[in-house]
């Protein structure tokens, strides 16, 4: 089952109150991928989850993204009863993207996060279009799919492309990477990035 933002605000409204309900404390999630394209308005497509990257934790300096293992108590049980109530899959709320985490976000990402109060439990921050654009370009070079179509829709500048592609050789420092982020670039009409790369 795929979902639009208006039906992503319902849902994380729905999540509030079951923790709420099970007597959970606050929480504050950071999100990238298509639910955060379609939170922020940054592209307007449906999705089918809602990708956590980690825990914000408010800190003197900004938004820390703390990395999870599984989503804690009572959240856990909260995103069952939702999934339950309407009908989606269990792993709706996922930590798919949360290795990212240990292996390094762009520098400065938490004082670009977007946050949106659902209740009185639940703040979701989601990743500004200038960190989706790494991220997505980082899966794109791997994955030839959504990512791609993504990318596109973001309409990132050169200056942006070139950013992002340096960011992804932090993240994978072999030959062969670079050798396909070259090739994609090209592909994908950012042969100048390529050459700078």
């Not at 809602?50 to 009572?74: F, H, M």
């Amino acid at each position: 089952m795929k979902f639009d933002s208006t039906r992503l605000d319902e849902l994380l409204s729905a999540l509030d109150r079951q923790i709420a309900l099970g007597g959970g404390s606050k929480v504050g999630l950071v999100v990238c991928g298509g639910s955060a394209l379609a939170a922020l308005g940054l592209v307007h497509r449906t999705t089918r989850d809602v990708d956590v990257l980690g825990l914000a934790r408010a800190t003197a300096g900004g938004i820390v993204v703390e990395r999870l293992e599984q989503l804690p108590e009572p959240l856990a049980s909260a995103a069952l009863k939702v999934a339950r109530d309407f009908g989606l899959p269990a792993d709706w709320l996922n930590l798919g993207p949360a290795p990212q985490v240990g292996m390094g976000l762009p520098e400065g990402f938490g004082g670009r996060l977007q946050g949106k109060e659902y209740g009185n439990r639940l703040t979701v921050y989601y990743a500004s279009r200038y960190d989706q654009i790494h991220l997505k370009l980082y899966a794109a070079v791997d994955q030839d799919s959504y990512h791609v179509q993504d990318l596109a829709l973001l309409k990132p500048t050169g200056a942006e492309v070139l950013a992002a592609a340096r960011w992804t050789l932090t993240q994978d420092v072999s030959g062969a990477f670079r050798d396909s982020l070259k090739d994609f670039l090209r592909t994908h009409g950012h042969s100048d990035v390529a050459e700078e790369v």
